[in-house]
């Protein structure tokens, strides 16, 4: 029993502070309640297909091909296959990170997971369309061309912070995945 409490103490604390507002305030916590509910509904419709997918993944490609394509050696072409699948991407965060973990278990270059990371947080084609009908094309290419920058830049200096022995950990803690 605790090592259940350890494990979801923030799903118990959310539960009893919901309680707490039902008897505070009936209506609020009705409000809550659906509230929850629906940003939990929310979240299994989008983290399904997501699990689904990395599954698929996981299974079928192999790693050597994974290495091939965006491992250490894969030079500009495994850069361009991060930012690229990076801004195409629609999901939110919660939903990336699976992906991260199996694109490191499958030996990508960590510059590179953090690329796609960056980029499709930062640098979404949808974006860049609602801003450009939004903003316009002169400030669209500003941030793109800004986002980009930072976005690289972040890659590549945490890629050259991390030892031998971080880097290591890393793969080795994406292998438990």
Not at 113 to 134: A, D, G, K, Y
Request: glycine letters at 6%.
């Amino acid at each position: 029993m605790k090592a259940i409490l350890q494990k979801y103490w923030f799903l118990f604390v959310t539960v009893l502070c919901n309680c707490v507002i039902w008897l505070y305030d009936p209506q609020i916590g009705k409000t809550a309640l659906s509230f929850s509910g629906s940003n939990f509904t929310n979240f299994i419709f989008i983290l399904t297909p997501v699990f689904i997918c990395v599954g698929m993944m996981d299974v079928w490609v192999e790693r050597e091909k994974m290495i091939q394509i965006m491992g250490a050696n894969s030079g500009i072409k495994g850069i361009a296959i991060a930012v690229l699948s990076g801004m195409i991407t629609a999901v939110p965060l919660y939903a990336l990170l699976p992906i991260a973990g199996v694109l490191l278990k499958k030996g990508s270059r960590i510059s590179n997971v953090l690329l796609f990371l960056c980029t499709s947080v930062s640098i979404r084609i949808p974006l860049l369309l609602f801003e450009i009908s939004s903003l316009g094309v002169s400030f669209t290419l500003i941030r793109f061309a800004l986002n980009l920058f930072t976005v690289f830049t972040i890659a590549f200096i945490i890629e050259k912070l991390l030892s031998d022995k971080d880097k290591k950990a890393i793969y080795k803690n994406a292998d438990k995945l």
